[in-house]
Nanobody
Framework: QVQVVESGGGLVQAGGSLRLSCTAS????????LGWFRQTPGEEREGISC????????WSSESVKGRFTMSRDNAKNTLFLQMNSLKPEDTAMYYC?????????????????WGQGTRVTVSS
């Protein structure tokens, strides 16, 4: 059974930092945790940062470039998102995705496994 679990969200003041983690288990070998997405009420889920399995290819939304950094630990099938200089507009539910691959601006190919999300709230 596949499980994807995000953690690390919370309430932080504008300008602060948070580090999100995402761990997956039960994935077949052609799947990996590939990126972070976020969603606010009434809006579609948007990709904010994706990273290839070998770390050689990455994409980040303009809204988070220079502030958010993604890294991975392949041995533990874990993905991290270091979020610095947080803004109130970063407030959202953050999800990570496990899938076979992605392209372009975090467009996922293949069946996708999502976690339950972790909530990030940035106060002004």
């Amino acid at each position: 059974q596949v499980q994807v679990v995000e953690s690390g969200g919370g309430l932080v003041q504008a300008g602060g930092s948070l580090r999100l983690s995402c761990t997956a288990s039960g994935l077949s070998s052609d799947y990996y945790v590939l990126g972070w997405f976020r969603q606010t009420p009434g809006e579609e889920r948007e990709g904010i940062s994706c990273l290839s399995r070998d770390g050689q290819r990455n994409w980040s939304s303009e809204s988070v470039k220079g502030r958010f950094t993604m890294s991975r630990d392949n041995a533990k099938n874990t993905l991290f998102l270091q979020m610095n200089s947080l803004k109130p507009e970063d407030t959202a539910m953050y999800y990570c995705a496990a899938a076979p691959s992605w392209y372009g601006m975090c467009f996922i190919q293949g069946r996708t496994y999502w976690g339950q999300g972790t909530r990030v709230t940035v106060s002004s």
